[in-house]
């Protein structure tokens, strides 16, 4: 079940750790049992690929390593056991890679080998390489087919729109992990970076209520002028934390149902989560999703008293992506330029560092950067 693969393919490659990637021609990947081989189409640039790749955030994975954690593609080949997947289906790549004998092996395809033993055994050994390539092989059950008809021809997607469904997936599998409901209001915090307002766009898609949280206010005024002002209220983060959890109810007209949080590390010394448990109802229920690297204080007596539920979640299930496909094909989540964010840039592989530049410059919820595979 193959097209014709060439010999060599581009790719781009970090031959040694925290140095700069370079353009090299590699050996096409050949399907073998449980995977697909994907010519990619494009790939999303996350805000922070640069401080990932000069070693400033010190992410764990192997050299030589071709970057790219998601993506869209066209299935170039398939491995012997493949059923119903065909080569030439339009389809999306999950970044998140289970062991399939123990599923609590999980690494980041392209960026990080996680935290166990064996998610780095699977990483080095199996599924190296990422999405900054024309080709990459990746497990059968990481391929999630788009409905071409629908989203090139009825919606009228662009591929490179479709690349970054990631900055969904993770929020929507947090947001099912604690059962969010139809008619819920949910507290985003904070909402302006790419996963948070992806949070908000897709807890309103879940039917739900968003009190959107931030410190920059044009972002908020954003979201609201894209969302509407009968779904989506805003508050600015004060750090002060009675302010901030009175306004939180306020704008929610009550207590909330739940708390959805996505912090970056340097956060760890903000009391924007404290003030959104606080406004919690009893048995609200808190999504912890974000990036803070430090011990955080919370309001334990509150927790206990409000039968509190604290989940944490990294990154989403098989599921949850295939549910998100649907969503997007059934036009219930917006997502590109429809659903607010613009692509500020498309760049070919040799363009990199630009590309990286540019997505750390603009990581606001409403921008997205891609890497078009190469010609």
Known sequence: MTSSLPETHTALVQSIYARPLELKSLSTPQPIPGSAIIRMLYAPVVSYSKDVFNGTRAYPYPTPLVPGPSGIGRIAALGPDATSLQVGQLVYVDSVIRSRDDPTDVFL?????????????????????????????????????????????????????????????VPYGGLRDIGLEVGE?????????????????????????????????????????????????????????????EALMKAAGGPVDAVFEISPPMAAK??????AILALRHGGRVSLMGGILDDYAVPLRTIMRKN??????WMCQRADVKSLVRMVEAGILKVGERGGVKTVGEYGFKDWEEAFEVASKEAGWDAAVVLRAEE
């Open 109 to 169: 395809l392209g960026l990080t080998q996680g935290g166990t033993q064996g998610s780095a055994k699977l990483m080095k050994e199996v599924w190296r390489n990422g999405t900054y390539a024309e080709y990459v092989a990746i497990p059968l059950e990481n391929v999630a087919v788009m409905n071409e008809e629908k989203v090139l021809g009825k919606l009228g997607y662009k591929e490179s729109e479709l690349a970054a469904l990631s900055r969904y997936a």
């Open 185 to 245: 209001t949910v507290v985003v915090t904070p909402a302006t970076g790419a996963f948070g307002g992806a949070a908000v766009a897709v807890a309103l898609a879940m039917g739900a209520d968003v009190v959107a949280t931030g410190r920059n206010e044009e972002k908020l005024k954003g979201l609201v002028k894209r969302f509407g002002e009968e779904r989506v209220k805003t508050v600015r983060i004060t750090e002060n934390v009675e302010d901030d959890t």
């Open 308 to 313: 509190i539920a604290l989940r944490g979640k």
């Open 270 to 275: 903000s009391t924007h989560i404290k003030s």
